[in-house]
């Protein structure tokens, strides 16, 4: 299970279960994208994510049923719930972590069948890991060095004199239009906008190392996909565990 922090509860975990089935149990639809490329991987990137979301639960599938476990999206007992995450998520200490740049920690555990899934469709899961949670946060690492930029803090303090005129009680979170209209005003859209572009170049060029892994894993997962897709898909239907 991959977490940013430690403190998720169990109502989490649970909540976190039962999207997850969902998600899984939608990815058996029959992907059909606009034009095959070589080795039948879609061109479209929506094409080629419904299809490593397709393989990559078909997986699961086999890996579950394997241990004698079927995703459901059903209600479940506490201690059902328990089995299936620990299958599905894995199980003790993680064994996979990456610190980010913005400081947050993500973790998550290599032997449950997610972590088996997508090790058979990246090759490699622990360089994976690293790869996606890095290039899905580069936004974030964007945004937090544009933070520090003496225009955006500027202009973030003519938004907040702005959004909360002084004499008034100060609220956390302002209407938003009245958010929305003072970003206006007082030019922090048009500093955002400007910043967060570059900043994202800027951070694209320090992690370009993780970036092509990551790209090349992808690849690799969508040939693997590609090859999983042209086999026959096993029967589902049954809900018992």
């Given at each position: ?12 975990r ?7 089935a969902?998600?899984?149990?939608a990815?058996c639809?029959?992907v ?20 490593l ?5 078909r ?40 610190t980010l ?5 993500v ?22 890991f ?6 899905d946060?580069l ?17 973030l303090a ?8 002084s004499g ?10 009245v958010?929305?209209?003072c970003?206006?005003e007082t ?6 906008a ?25 690849d690799?997962?969508l ?17 018992h565990?």
């Open positions: 299970m991959i977490r940013a922090t430690s403190r998720a509860t169990f109502r989490t649970r909540v976190l279960l039962a999207v997850a969902s998600v899984w149990l990815g639809a029959t059909e994208p606009g034009g095959p490329g070589p080795g039948g991987v879609p061109v479209g990137k929506a094409a080629q994510d419904e299809l979301k397709s393989a990559e639960h997986l699961v599938v086999d890996c579950l049923d394997s241990r004698g476990l079927t995703l459901t999206a059903r209600p479940r007992a506490p201690d059902e719930d328990r089995v299936l995450q620990a299958a599905l998520f894995g199980a003790g200490p993680r064994e996979l972590s990456v740049a913005t400081g947050a920690t973790t998550a555990n290599d032997d449950g069948c997610l972590a088996t899934a997508r090790h058979r469709l990246y090759g490699d899961q622990r360089r994976w690293r790869a996606q949670v890095t290039v946060n936004r974030a690492e964007a945004q937090a060095r544009m933070s520090a930029d003496p225009a955006h803090r500027a202009a003519r938004w907040t004199r702005c959004a909360s005129p008034r009680p100060r609220s956390d979170r302002p209407d938003p239009a958010a929305a209209r970003a206006r030019g922090l859209e048009d500093v955002r400007r910043l967060e572009a570059a900043e994202l170049v800027t951070v694209r060029t320090l992690r370009r190392d993780e970036l092509t892994t990551y790209r090349q894993l992808r690799r997962a040939r693997r996909a590609a090859e999983l897709s042209a086999t026959t898909h096993p029967k589902k239907g049954s809900t565990s």
